[in-house]
T-cell receptor
Framework: DAKTTQPPSMDCAEGRAANLPCNHS???????VYWYRQIHSQGPQYIIH???NNETNEMASLIITEDRKSSTLILPHATLRDTAVYYC??????????????FGTGTRLQVTL | KAGVTQTPRYLIKTRGQQVTLSCSPI?????VSWYQQTPGQGLQFLFE???????NKGNFPGRFSGRQFSNSRSEMNVSTLELGDSALYLC?????????????FGEGSRLTVL
């Protein structure tokens, strides 16, 4: 799986958009970008994933650059409940190893009033 | 539908003892994977079970083992506990046949080894 680089921490005011960057310059053509988050003392929660097109769901939007070397997770209106560690993971979709995720250190997002 | 259920949520053991943790996956999910989370090493993959067979294994010693039952429920066991085994143990379930990398995690079992 390709290596990812994320800033260790970020702050965001409640109600504003939170833009979390992820660098994955060595990504291969068949590797997807996944985002998970972990709220304190809970298990990680899947947020979104994509290959090359921008993706949006009820939780967030994922913007992947045209060269696929970086991406941004956007929480459009951050709330205090979005305070968590956000993990960017790059991997091939393979049913044989799909459950073997490699988590890095992530970005600790602090949403403030 | 009910989420992934892990028991017990908290437990304290002493060095040398063994521990068994339990995980009930989401109904219909046949793949169960286990992760260890420590402050020093972060989240690390332990192993995955599907159809009662271990399918993938992380880089952990043989003291860590698991099994899966016909109803997809899984247990993991750690024998001869060491202080470094103190961690949050997380279980995740998924539909392996259409697995898109979306795992559903439980809240974990927090093990403290004294």
């Amino acid at each position: 799986d390709a290596k990812t680089t994320q800033p260790p921490s970020m702050d965001c005011a409640e109600g504003r958009a939170a833009n979390l960057p992820c660098n994955h310059s060595t990504i291969s053509g068949n590797e997807y970008v996944y985002w998970y988050r972990q709220i304190h003392s809970q298990g990680p929660q899947y947020i979104i994933h994509g290959l090359k097109n921008n993706e949006t769901n009820e939780m967030a939007s994922l913007i992947i650059t045209e060269d696929r070397k970086s991406s941004t997770l956007i929480l459009p209106h951050a709330t205090l409940r979005d305070t968590a560690v956000y993990y960017c993971i790059v991997r091939v979709i393979n049913t044989g190893t799909a459950s073997k995720l490699t988590f890095g250190t992530g970005t600790r997002l602090q949403v403030t009033l | 539908k009910a989420g992934v259920t892990q028991t017990p949520r908290y437990l304290i053991k002493t060095r040398g003892q063994q521990v068994t943790l339990s995980c009930s996956p989401i109904s219909g999910h046949r793949s169960v994977s286990w992760y260890q989370q420590t402050p020093g090493q972060g989240l690390q993959f332990l192993f995955e079970y599907f159809s009662e067979t271990q399918r993938n294994k992380g880089n952990f010693p043989g003291r860590f083992s698991g099994r899966q039952f016909s109803n997809s429920r899984s247990e993991m066991n750690v024998s001869t506990l060491e202080l470094g085994d103190s961690a949050l143990y997380l279980c995740a379930s998924s539909r392996r046949d259409r697995n898109t990398g979306e795992l559903f995690f439980g809240e974990g079992s927090r093990l403290t080894v004294l």
